[in-house]
């Protein structure tokens, strides 16, 4: 590597190689390695998921972490962490860390090579396909839980740089629906609510979400609520939260929409609709009312389930206008073959009681992974970077503008999404692949489809902080990655807070912070000078910043990282003038849409709906179960690259896979609790530990997605409005394998 390359990255990522080796085990839940002594603190936002908990991170004399422990000031977390939060660093020890570039040669061995010649060989090879198959022939799958600096950087020198048309990231499996409901009901992707809404509410109604193990922090701050309030719980499962809730109502798989409607029916019937506030803040009511009118409460209960009496008594839990109803949603509805009309369908039943804008209000969706928010503003994907539009042409050249770029590089039309990008690897559209901070081979839909394709692709490329994720076992090249912790930028998390991350880990190695990569492939293309003023994450977030003003989220009014620390993070918008006038946004309660205006051309909300359809793949005789996903336990995370490098993590949560069974179903079966069963559909198999346990309905089974054989199993459905997978619900059938 010369010399110049070596000085940039060292201007970008500090020093390459640690002077401190990290040992598994060095960062343990509560313990301190005696070789090292902290001497100072500082605050960072946790790497996991969407809650946004500050942590704080106690260094050595050479600024590097020793342990952490959660930040008792921070205004999200409020000085608790979950057992993921508490062993955030232990990854970063991992002995099974990307510490140098791997190319594949050809006996199939991987070796370790330079950085040139990895970088180099990267751009030959995409540039090659490009040639001989078009522009469009190389696509990019990104995540949702790298930096926003990074992900904006990505997408700028993927699309304006590299000219790769096609790009889409993992936020596309469990935030896309949440994304087109809000875009499309209030004008933008906005979620209105603060966590203080959990404390707030009088009643809580929670569609889908299980946050005792998903968001455990969230759940605290409902547990915090001195309301006295009302917790109701939608789901086909007794989860963890169904059980600490007042209500539950167990509907039928994928019948919560035409629930959703019913509950509108029955809210007319009882005149506890908010004429005033559909009259002054929303339009196509009338239209809505009809449709709704036609869910009678024999509609509803035969698809649901729910007895008359049970309709009758949620319908009466919500619909006292004196009382504060929020409404909560995550995967259960995301996840599904109609999930937009879904998600807005829950909004709907809060415009047309005015349950939105006040404190302990507010249709809600809870974000899942770390950045998906972040994702979803900078991804540049399906919307253009920073929310914009890549078919208006105005917006084009004001986007150009800002970061210094001709228009004509910037595409006109939107990347295809996740499935359409994994259809074009089935057509030979797609050739070439790079993979960022994902493993699509475990965690995506019908998982055997994607190891078939495989053979399809060209040049497979895994940017990553590990050598062992499914999809970097069978890469060509392995370009390695620092992680949380080891470099700086800005979460966002589901209350719109902007966090900062910091630099308290040297990566291992030779491995580069993403950031540092985008900008090496952009020089080793040929077009790192469009990419000048992206100098350091630092200097990327002011162009962001930029990209925000006059955008429904402006967070100009921020000045940088360490503004956002000081602050106690701060939620947009945040503009200008509100840090004029106020010097202290940790103390606002960002709730949005208070003056009842929205985001659409007319200000006004919309009322979106449509008639409900079946469910893609039902129980038949041959496969007579009904399977559920979801997430197991909180000591896990996704597909478990990072949880399963702590051994506390190891120790709290299961190691082999496991399915709930209904103790009826096993006895039809002949299951035996810890028996070895075989479950399988009509795209794969799975052998699990039976687990009998009411908590499922009879002719119902629970896995947890944590296992990569889960997804063999999955139907490949999607949302036509979201493209987002229907991973919850598909048909199965189980029998015993052998005895323990």
């Known amino acids: 590597m010369t010399t110049a390359v070596q000085n940039f990255l ?253 509950l509108a029916n029955q809210l007319i019937n009882r005149e506890a609709v908010d004429q005033t506030f559909i009259d002054n803040h929303t339009d196509g009511y009338e239209a809505f009312a009809r449709h709704a009118r036609e869910f009678s409460s024999s509609r509803v209960c035969t698809a649901t389930g729910l007895t008359p009496e049970q309709l009758d008594q949620f319908a009466a839990e919500i619909s006292d206008r004196t009382k504060r109803v929020s409404l909560w949603w995550t995967m259960g509805v995301n996840q599904g073959h109609e999930s937009t009309r879904t998600a807005q369908a829950i909004i709907n039943l809060s415009l047309m009681t005015g349950q939105i804008g006040r404190p302990g209000t507010g249709a809600n969706s809870i974000t899942g992974q770390c950045n998906a928010m972040g994702s979803r503003l900078f991804g540049n994907a399906t919307s253009l970077l920073g929310g914009y539009d890549f078919g208006n ?30 259809d074009g690897i089935e057509h030979g559209k797609i050739r070439g692949l790079w993979v960022i901070a994902t493993d699509p081979a475990h965690s995506w839909i019908n998982q055997g489809r994607f190891a078939q394709l495989r053979e399809k692709l060209d040049f497979l490329v895994v940017q990553d902080m590990y050598t062992t994720t499914n999809t970097a076992q069978v890469a060509d090249l392995i370009l390695p990655a620092a992680g949380w912790g080891e470099k700086a930028g800005v979460f966002i998390n589901s209350e719109r807070r902007l966090g900062a991350v910091r630099k308290v880990a040297r990566s291992p190695g030779i491995a580069l912070s993403d950031f540092a990569i985008f900008k090496l492939i952009a020089e080793y293309w040929g077009v790192g000078e469009m990419f000048d003023r992206w100098e350091s994450p630092e200097d990327s977030f002011q162009i962001l910043k930029e990209l925000s003003r006059g955008q429904p989220y402006e967070f100009t009014g921020v000045r940088d990282h360490t503004h956002l620390t000081e602050a106690g993070g701060i939620q947009w918008p945040w503009t200008e003038t509100d840090a004029a006038t106020d010097a202290r946004p940790d103390t606002q309660e960002r709730r949005l849409f208070a003056d009842g205006r929205f985001f659409t051309p007319r200000r006004r909300a919309k009322f979106i709906f449509d008639e409900p359809r079946p469910m893609p793949e039902l129980p038949d005789q041959d496969f007579p179960l009904l399977m559920l996903t979801g997430r197991g336990t909180s000591a896990q995370w996704h597909t478990g690259s990072r949880t399963s490098k702590s051994g506390v993590l190891r120790k709290l949560a299961p190691t082999t896979l496991y399915v709930e069974l209904n103790p009826a179903d096993a006895t039809r079966l002949k299951v ?6 075989r479950v399988w559909s009509r795209r794969g198999e799975t052998f699990a530990t039976a687990m009998l346990t009411s908590t499922v309905q009879i002719g119902q089974i629970f896995l947890p997605m944590h296992f990569d054989t889960v997804n063999q199993l999955t139907f490949p459905a999607y949302d036509p409005h979201s493209r987002q997978p229907s991973y919850k619900a598909c048909a199965v059938a189980l029998e015993r394998a052998a005895r323990r």
Request: glycine fraction near 6%; include cysteine; aromatic fraction near 8%.
């Open 672 to 677: 035996r609790a810890g028996d070895k069963v």
């Open 393 to 422: 042409e105005e917006h084009r050249a004001h986007v150009a503008k800002i970061l210094a770029i001709e228009p004509s590089t910037i595409p006109t039309e939107k990347s295809w999404a996740y499935d359409l990008i994994i």
């Open 10 to 262: 060292r201007a970008i990522d500090g020093p390459m190689t640690s002077e401190l080796v990290l040992r598994p085990g060095d960062f343990g839940l509560g313990q301190i390695p005696a070789r090292l002594k902290p001497v100072s603190t500082t605050s960072m936002i946790c790497g996991f998921c969407s809650t946004g908990c500050s942590l704080k991170v106690h260094l050595d004399k050479n600024s590097e972490a020793v342990n952490l422990s959660p930040d008792a000031d921070y205004p999200v977390n409020l000085g608790m962490a979950c057992p993921k939060g508490w062993e955030a660093l232990t990854p970063l020890a991992a002995t099974d860390r990307a510490t140098a570039p791997m190319l594949r040669q050809a006996d199939g061995s991987m070796e370790s090579v330079s950085w040139d010649q990895a970088l180099s060989t990267f751009c030959d090879r995409f540039k090659a396909i490009q040639t001989q198959h078009g522009k469009d022939s190389v696509a990019v799958l990104s995540t949702g839980q790298i930096v926003t600096e990074e992900m904006a950087l990505l997408g700028a020198v993927a699309k304006f740089g590299l000219g790769i048309k096609h790009l889409d990231s993992n936020t596309r499996q469990c935030m896309a629906t949440t994304h087109v409901a809000y875009k499309e009901s209030f004008g933008f992707d906005a979620p209105p609510f603060t966590y203080a809404d959990f404390e707030e509410s009088d009643v809580l109604v929670f569609f889908g979400a299980n946050p005792c193990i998903a968001h455990p922090i969230m759940w605290q701050r409902v547990m915090n609520n001195k309301r006295k309030p009302l917790i109701i719980v939608v789901d086909p499962r007794r989860t963890e939260t169904a059980m600490a809730a007042h209500r539950h109502y167990a509907i039928k798989p994928k019948s919560d929409l035409t629930l959703l409607y019913g």
